[in-house]
């Protein structure tokens, strides 16, 4: 088995895209997936793009992605990596693709002078739990996170 993992380019999108929409139908979401293969091409490969994405191949195919960006913390005056996304195509996990896409963002983040890496798990999904916490990472179970989005995000920023 050779694992390889690549820098996604714009002609990746539709597979991002494909792999997005199997993550949202794993997390019982699907229909909340409203972006298009457009939309992947001009906000994830924009020139001025603040997120990077990474495609996993095993024998050369296509078995998962990830997707981050950098984020800031203020009390450690530092900037992180957020991933949005992690994820590996039910046929190939337990291959260690998402370990190794894991750790790629992880040795990014080392080289980059990164305070932190973090991500946000459905509290339901205990296969992703127990991965996380067999390779050291903590819940944050004091932070409760919140989201505006759509028509409260907007309304809320024209009052």
Known sequence: MKLVIRRAE????????????????????????????????????ADDSKSEGLICEIDGVPA????????????????????????????????????QLLRHIAKLAVERGCGRLEWSVLDWNQPAI???????????????RYRMEGAVLTDFAAS
């Open 64 to 99: 998962g992605y990830a997707v981050f960006f950098t984020s800031y913390s203020t009390w450690l005056g530092k900037n992180g990596i957020y991933l949005e996304d992690l994820y590996v195509s039910p046929r190939f996990r337990g291959q260690k693709a998402g370990k």
């Open 10 to 45: 714009r002609s990746d999108a539709a597979l991002i895209l494909a792999m997005i929409a199997e993550l949202a139908e794993y997390e019982k979401a699907l229909h909340e997936v409203i972006a298009t293969q457009q939309d992947i091409e001009q906000t994830l490969f």
């Open 130 to 144: 127990d991965f996380y916490k067999s390779i050291g990472a903590a819940p944050q179970d004091e932070w409760v």
